[in-house]
């Protein structure tokens, strides 16, 4: 296909991606506020339904007091307050833009990355409308679910431009994008580990020196440990963590083995959604060998085919990386699992079975 072709063939995906994500959405134009967070977030908190204030914005570098230092999630919340007051037609659409602004995104990097058009846009297209994918986006206090992914989407472009260029300005964006990422919501903390397997596939850079690829990594990491301290810190202060003593080790690790293959689950057969999946009074063994069972076929899968098909290494492993923050290891809150927490993971496992179709 020629250049040409070829470009308005990528215009043409980018097109339809957006409207066809627009109308499956566009009913969460006439949703209201709830009383789940949306109050703590918006609707009775005066810093931001106060609108976009210095008062406000120093509030937001300085809080903690929802158990996240997570700045410019407020200051967008802010924004649209400033912007919309507390009409909630116009939080939900900042919320659905920034999923079109994602699935394009994603589209746009993949390609990038691998050079090929209708896998990309095959990853693009599910990730747009997965059921799992509702909760993050047609909920109000998600914003910064959605607005972390543009972040991490847009880091991972920068990189891309970094590692074909070896620019030090591009190094500095990418590091800025990554640090505004955590500013979002503190699950991008995996990124520089997501980095160093793109180094291997699609980027194919392992050819180089690991331990200059590595080191590359150092100032992503040491940002993504300050974030993950704060993150503890804030947390533990606001009593959403919970104590080790009244949740023990086995639990937690049970509970995360299930929902690592729950999640899987739901990725093929989306039923059974719900907002909050309730801790379960104890962790039947049954259910623990058959999760673990399941994990290791696919690892086992995975090792098999580790030279052939890289890019079954890279989701797999993007998919188990991005969770960890999440999974339950630091139980926080009072759910076992969350359709939001997959808004990222997910992707790993729609690039295996992209790739792997």
């Not at 209201?32 to 810093?47: A, M």
């Not at 690592?260 to 309730?278: D, N, Q, R």
Request: proline share 3%; charged share 15%; hydrophobic share 55%.
């Amino acid at each position: 296909m020629g250049e040409g072709r070829q470009k308005y063939l990528v215009r043409g995906i980018c097109i339809l991606l957006a409207v066809v994500t627009f109308f499956a959405y566009v009913r969460v134009l006439k949703n209201d506020f709830i009383n789940y967070d949306d109050n703590e977030y918006v609707t009775e908190n005066p810093h931001i339904f106060d609108g976009l204030k210095t008062d406000g914005i120093k509030w937001a570098f300085t809080t903690t007091s929802i158990g996240y230092w997570h700045p410019l999630t407020f200051i967008s919340h802010m924004l649209d307050c400033e912007l919309f007051g507390l009409r909630p037609w116009g939080h939900h659409l900042v919320n659905l833009l920034l999923h079109i602004a994602n699935v394009l995104l994603l589209f746009s990097v993949l390609r990038w990355m691998t050079g090929v058009v209708w896998r990309s846009a095959f990853v693009a297209a599910v990730f747009a409308v997965h059921p799992l994918n509702v909760e993050s986006v047609a909920w109000i206090a998600e914003r910064k679910n959605v607005l972390s992914t543009m972040f991490w989407l847009l880091t991972i472009g920068s990189y891309w431009k970094y590692s074909k260029e070896r620019n030090a300005g591009w190094y500095l964006l990418t590091l800025l994008l990554f640090a505004m990422g955590l500013m979002s919501k503190p699950m991008v903390m995996t990124l520089p580990f997501t980095l160093l397997l793109l180094d291997y596939w699609p980027l194919n850079r392992y050819g180089k020196n690991l331990i200059l690829l590595i080191l590359e990594k150092v100032p992503f990491v040491i940002l993504s440990i300050a974030s993950g301290v704060i993150t503890y810190i804030g947390q533990k202060y606001s009593g959403a963590v919970a104590d080790v003593r009244s949740m023990t080790l086995w639990y937690r690790v049970g509970n995360a083995i299930i929902s690592y293959s729950k999640y899987i689950g739901k990725m093929f057969w989306p039923t059974k959604l719900a907002v909050l999946y309730p801790l379960e009074k104890d962790i039947l063994l049954w259910k623990v060998i058959i999760s673990a069972a399941v994990l290791a076929a696919i690892c086992i899968l995975v090792i098999i085919f580790i030279r052939r098909c890289k890019y079954l290494t890279v989701g797999w492993l993007w998919y188990l990386g991005t969770l960890v923050p999440v999974i339950g290891i630091v139980q926080v809150g009072n759910q076992a699992m969350a359709d939001r927490y997959a808004y990222l993971p997910l992707i790993g496992l729609f690039i295996m079975a992209a790739w792997g179709i």
